[in-house]
């Protein structure tokens, strides 16, 4: 193995140690603590966990977490209705409503409900027209931990190849526009992409998003590339990311690992947003 660890889960620690002392200050300075509402519909196990992992980084970051747990037969009004009063409530600075909803309900009903000046998540078309446009909003939590990785690791990103494989509205369609603004290269692969080996073995920055056990091959990479994996996949034996972490290893000039590396940003960069939106909310 030659590539360098980049170690995720230390980047974001120091970032939620430096919100944490923002938000101090913003509590001294205003009298309120900054607040995050999580909204849980329904008992799936994964989103449990990270919600409880949310509001305890929440808390520790000392800003105030307001839980809502509701029945996974609730209804779309109901759901609706929690969101008009988290949206008119002053001590609620930003909103995440943890998807996947349930079947029955209407995700981009919900997510279009939100106030996109509370829109933490970056999710709602407003705030994707503004980062589409280059005007500030909130940008998705996992992206922008991707860019701070990246940015970390390579200083300007200027004139490099970007490979981004994965189209979703939560990850691949932001990380191409934020690697955009920041004057990289960016190829947008997804399912459908011919001769994916080719387009990756030009890439300087690859960041895979597919959600595939394994699928990115280090044959594929072109020597010294520095690989963002998102990929969170259960498989026997433990997590493990979309890149084959072994033969990646070998070719890459730096990777994140799984679980370690991306993973960890996510949360920190929702405190972020949510500590930006209080001093937007209070200005
Ligand atoms: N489900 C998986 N990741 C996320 C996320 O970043 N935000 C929300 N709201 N739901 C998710």
Request: glycine share 10%; proline share 5%; charged share 20%.
């Amino acid at each position: 193995m030659t590539a360098q660890i980049i170690d995720g889960k230390a980047f974001a620690a120091a970032l939620r140690a430096r919100v944490g002392g923002v938000a101090t200050a913003f509590e001294t300075a205003s009298g309120r603590k900054a607040g995050l509402a999580v909204v849980l519909v329904g008992e799936d196990p994964a989103s449990a966990v990270y919600v409880r992992s949310k509001g305890k980084a929440t808390l520790a970051a000392n800003m105030a977490s307001f839980e809502h747990k509701l029945p996974a037969d609730t209804a779309q009004a109901d759901l609706i209705a929690l969101v008009d009063r988290l949206n008119a409530d002053p001590a609620v600075d930003g909103i995440l409503v943890q998807l996947p909803l349930p079947a029955h309900l209407d995700e981009q009903a919900v997510l279009l409900r939100i106030n996109p000046n509370k829109d933490v998540d970056g999710f709602h078309p407003v705030n994707a027209g503004r980062l589409a446009t280059g005007l500030p909003g909130f940008v998705p939590c996992t992206p922008l931990g991707c860019l701070m990785l990246l940015q970390d690791q390579l200083g300007d990103l200027s004139g490099k190849e970007a490979v981004v494989i994965g189209r979703s509205n939560i990850v691949g369609k932001p990380m191409a526009a934020l690697l955009t603004a920041a004057s990289c290269t960016v190829t947008l692969a997804h399912s459908r992409t011919r001769d994916l080996a080719a387009h990756v073995s030009r890439a300087d920055i690859v960041v895979a998003a597919v959600g595939r056990a394994g699928f990115v091959k280090g044959e594929w990479l072109k020597p010294g590339a520095t690989v963002i994996d998102v990929g969170i996949n259960r498989v026997e034996g433990g997590l493990v990311g979309d890149v084959e972490f072994d033969s990646a290893a070998c070719v890459a000039g730096a990777i994140t690992p799984v679980p370690g590396g991306v993973g960890p940003m996510t949360i920190a960069c929702l405190l972020r947003n949510t500590l930006v939106a209080a001093h937007r909310n209070a200005g």
